[in-house]
């Protein structure tokens, strides 16, 4: 049997993307940089649960407002830790 799972993707990184792409704006030092966005990214999405899908409507369909409530300052908090995190750790290696 030969499995097709191109279709599966972890529903938090189109999200976390998105809002990476958003706070930006307020980091204008690190807005510059691809590979200090990808880092942002990166730590965002290690800080959250994967939530692994194949269809967005699935995933809509079967959560309350509460849940997708939480899961949306979820990926903030970890979007706003992952920039905070990301900005000091460029700064230290500028000091050296």
């Given at each position: 049997?030969?499995?097709?799972?191109?279709?599966?993707?972890?529903?938090?990184?189109?999200?976390?993307?998105?809002?990476?792409?958003?706070?930006?704006?307020?980091?204008?030092?690190?807005?510059?940089?691809n590979?200090?966005?990808?880092?942002?990214?990166?730590?965002?999405?290690?800080?959250?649960?994967?939530?692994?899908?194949?269809?967005?409507?699935?995933?809509?369909?079967?959560l309350?407002?509460?849940?997708?409530?939480?899961?949306?300052?979820?990926i903030?908090?970890?979007?706003?830790y992952?920039?905070?995190?990301?900005?000091?750790?460029?700064?230290?290696?500028?000091?050296?």
């Open positions: 049997m030969n499995a097709d799972f191109s279709s599966l993707y972890n529903h938090h990184e189109r999200e976390v993307f998105a809002a990476v792409l958003d706070a930006s704006k307020d980091y204008p030092e690190i807005a510059t940089s590979d200090l966005l990808c880092d942002v990214a990166c730590v965002a999405l290690n800080r959250l649960p994967p939530r692994y899908i194949r269809h967005e409507v699935d995933f809509s369909f079967y309350t407002e509460h849940e997708r409530l939480e899961i949306d300052t979820a903030s908090e970890a979007v706003g992952a920039f905070n995190f990301v900005q000091a750790r460029t700064a230290l290696r500028a000091r050296k």
